[in-house]
Every structure is written in C-alpha cells, then in structure tokens.
C-alpha cells in the first residue's frame, strides 16, 4: 500500500547545526531558527500527527472497495435424516413398512465473484448422496457442475457504474491528502506567526528592562545630587516614581513572553513537560525574503499549488462521481441470467460425474422501485452537493484573490512603517542623548529627561513591532500563496 500519510522532510542536515542558530537545547535554553522550528512543527505537532491518520484510512477505504471484485470461495457439508410416515395402502404396498427412512449427506462447493462491468458469476459442484429404505440403505450419489452468469442490462451496467465507489473513495484519498498538507501549511504558519510574535515580546522585554535602568540611574543622579542640595525632592521623586512605574511595565513584558513561549511550544512539542522549563530564543535572522512576484503570479500560483484549492476541486470531481452513481440508480433492474451444467448419477462418488446430461437456462429479470424516490432523492442531493461545492471553490477564488492582495499591500506599508520607526528611533535617541547632556549642565530637568526616555521606548517599542509585522505579513504573503514550505526548503511528497 501507498503510504500517502508520511511527510517526506528534504532539508539539508548541516542546516541544523549552526551555532546559534539552530534547534538545540543547551541546559534550559533553546536555541531556535524559523526553519527549524518549521521542521520541529512536522516532527512533533499532535495536530499534524493526527491528520496524517486520515490518508492512511482513505487508502484503507480504497482497499475495502477493490475487494468487492474479489473471487470468493464458498463451501456447505449437511446430513439430513428423514422419517416419512406411511398411509395404510402405502403400508401394504410396501409389505407392512410403517415408514421410509432416509439419509442425505450434501456437499457444496465452488468459486463466485464480480467483475468491472458488473457481470456476477458462480462456478459451483454439488454431490448430494442418499441411502433409504428402499435400495436397502445402499448410496446413490447425485451430481450437478456448473456455472451461472448474471448481467445486468440497464441498472448496474458497464464500468462506471460498478467502479463508481471505487473512485470516489481514492478521492476521498486525494482529499485526506490535500487536506493533511493543507493542515501543515497551517500550522507552519501558525508557528511563523507566533516566532515572530516572539521576537517582538523578548525585544520588547529588553526595552522595557532597559528603560527601567535608565530611570533607576537618573534617580541614583538624583538622590547624590538631592544630598548635595543641587536639586529639590520633587525631582528625585519623580525618578523614583518612573523607575516603580517601569518596573510593572518589565512584569507585564516578562508575562507576555511566557505566554508566547507556551504557544510555540505546543506547537513544537509532543512532550510539553519535557521543555515546560526550557526557554526559548529565537534568531531574528529569517530566510524568508519579500520577493514580490507580483499580485496576478501570485493568485496564478496560489491557485496551482494551495492544498485546500486542490482539495475543493477533489470535492467537486467526488460530487460528480456520485452523480453519474446515482443517475445509474435510477434505471430499472434488468438481468439477463443463464446458466449451464451438468447433472450425475452413479453409485459411487466419482462415478456421479459425466457430461452426458445437460442442463441449461436462459432469461430475464425485471424490477423497478414504483416512484423510486431513494434513487431520485439520491441523484438530486450529488447534484446539489456539487454545486454547493463548486460555490466554494468560488468563494475561495475571492478570499485568494482578496487575501494576497492584502498580503502585498501589507507588506509594502510594512516596509514603509519599518523604514519610518528606525528613523523615529534614532532621532529619538539623540533627543535623548543632548537632553541628558542639559541636565548634566543644569539647563534640563528630571522631567524632561523622563518623558524622552519614554518617547525613546515607545520609538522602540514600534520599531519592533514594525520589524515583527513586516515579517509576519511574509509568513502571511507565502502561506496565502502555498509556498511557505517551498521558501523554507522542505519538500513534502
């Protein structure tokens, strides 16, 4: 049998082993790359694990339905013991015999089956041998070889109809498979997300911490100046009270870092308890470039490679092939049947068997449900099914169509917003740095100071999250497009 449920992963191995890049726990850190992460996401996923079963019981479905061709072997052995009574006359015809007693062993035997075209056929021996009252309880074998043909001439007839479910279960296998890469595609994305979801949290946990310091330092200034009567309690106060406040900022950071560890790992882990400890660090360094092949290559691309765009069309082939079914189901039963063979007698077993007394018969059979609704009711819920599907496939089309050019337009403001926080930031910082240098000289305040250490974090702060979006719009940009593996470099058979 096929295994289509295994996941061939062609990555290069010495991919995995860079320092600092690659998948690795050292003691409770783990090192992690997107790329790894991706194939951590196929070998540990329970989701993915989960889905891979459903082609595995597709091509099972598909062996139960070829077995319907099968030859089958069949075979009886009976004993049957009479006692007929007899009347009074019977009695003294027969010298005063109150009954006739009698013993019939029967044995059956032979091959039957069913072809493409749904001819059925049986070949089949029979040998019944008796001993009664009458020839002194001596056997006397009987015999019948032969075989029986039956044809269906309307209903059941020809190769479409009798393969109809055969076909539709290797679709079911085409859609099991469709829908198992369609749900790696997914959760590869999911991870994408999430990785970059966690780049943005540690970076941003890094500002906060270093904000934090920032105001304990000025407020260390600020006391050895408060010593020296250089400044007044109000200023001293408010260091102290930026450094409190910016420690809660640290505490909500460190939480949001944790919960952003927790989903990766479900994601990467069959065994949570094993790395529940571990912490994770992400590489900011993606392979994934923002090659825009342009909106309409795209939705061409998207359409010939995205699982759940194949697996649609599956659905509508599976649909059309129950109708051609069901159309069938609709006609009347008519059978041509025949059969040929010969009978036997003898007194002893092989004896029994000549060819010198045929039998034959040949005929027709009719039968057609009045109204016929199953059949009716049947043909007209394919039809509607594949209708409703081929609506999907439409619907789907849009959300294509839709989706990418949103991806790309995210991607382009993406950049723009990336390019403008830099800026930002760096304009901030020497705000920052000029405004530290007035209050050395005693041309600034604390407050002054404080509110450009916050302008500078939530410069920062957006330059993070706008460097986070830009790549999670890529991971959104090759997951609508269907390459996300492709760009990773693993290859799925």
């Known amino acids: 049998m096929r295994n289509y449920a295994k996941t061939a992963i062609t990555v290069a191995l010495l991919a995995l082993l860079p320092t600092g890049a690659s998948a690795e726990e050292q003691g409770k850190e783990m090192f992690l790359s997107l790329k790894d992460g991706a194939v951590l996401v196929l070998g540990n996923n329970l989701d993915i694990t989960i889905e891979r079963v459903s082609p595995e019981i597709a091509e099972a479905g598909i062996l139960a339905e070829e077995g319907a061709f099968d030859l089958s072997l069949f075979g009886s052995m009976k004993r049957q013991d009479v006692m007929t009574p ?13 009954t006739l007693d009698s013993t019939t062993y029967s044995l059956e035997t032979g091959v039957t089956g069913k072809s493409r075209y749904g001819t059925e056929y049986t070949l089949e021996v029979r040998n019944d ?14 015999s019948f070889t ?5 044809q269906p001439l309307l209903k059941g007839f020809g190769e479409d109809s ?10 079911d296998r085409d859609i099991s498979v469709h829908r198992l890469k369609q749900k790696i595609l997914d959760t590869v994305a999911e991870f994408g997300l999430k990785f970059w979801d966690l780049v943005r949290v540690r970076e941003e946990l890094k500002v906060r911490v270093e904000s934090q310091n920032l105001a304990g330092t000025l407020y260390n200034i600020n006391r050895k100046k408060l010593d020296a009567g250089a400044i007044s309690a109000l200023e001293a106060v408010q260091a102290e009270a930026a450094a409190a406040a910016r420690k809660d900022d640290v505490i909500v950071a460190l939480k949001s870092v944790k919960d952003t560890e927790n989903a990766i790992k479900m994601l990467i882990a069959s065994d949570l308890h094993a790395i529940k400890d571990t912490e994770i660090i992400p590489s900011p360094d993606s392979p994934l470039k923002a090659e825009d092949e342009g909106y309409e290559e795209s939705v061409k691309k998207a359409v010939a490679t995205r699982p759940d765009y194949r697996e649609t069309i599956a659905v509508i082939d599976k649909g059309r092939l129950q109708a051609v079914f ?5 006609r009347p039963e008519v059978d041509l049947e025949a059969s040929y063979g010969y009978n036997g007698i003898g007194d002893r ?24 609704r199953a059949a009716v009711g049947a043909l007209t819920a394919a039809r ?20 990418i050019d949103n991806a790309l337009k995210d991607i382009g403001s993406g950049r723009a917003r990336l390019e403008a ?30 509110r450009i250490q916050e302008d500078l974090a939530k410069a920062r702060l957006n330059e993070i999250a706008a460097f986070s979006d830009l790549n999670k719009a890529i991971i959104t940009y090759y997951r609508e497009k269907g390459t996300l593996l492709d760009e990773l470099s693993i290859k799925m058979d």
Do not use: M
């Open 421 to 450: 926080a830099r800026i930002a930031a760096n304009l901030t910082r020497e705000s920052l740095v000029a405004e530290e240098k007035k209050l050395s000289a005693g041309r600034s305040t604390t407050f002054n100071v404080l």
């Open 86 to 98: 007899l009347s009074a006359r019977e009695s003294v015809s027969l010298g005063g015999l109150s």
């Open 349 to 372: 077993f092989s004896s029994s068997f000549d060819l010198d007394s045929p039998e034959w018969t040949i005929g027709l059979s009719f039968s057609y449900p009045i109204g016929n």
């Open 129 to 142: 041998w008796t001993s009664e009252t009458l020839n002194a309880f001596d056997y006397e074998y009987q």
């Open 384 to 403: 509607l099914e594949t209708d409703q599907a081929v609506l999907r496939l439409r619907r789907l089309e849009q959300q294509i169509i839709l989706n």
């Open 146 to 150: 032969g075989f029986t043909v039956t």
């Open 162 to 171: 009798n393969i109809a479910e055969l076909k539709v279960a290797r679709k």
């Open 326 to 330: 069901a159309e069938d189901q609709k």
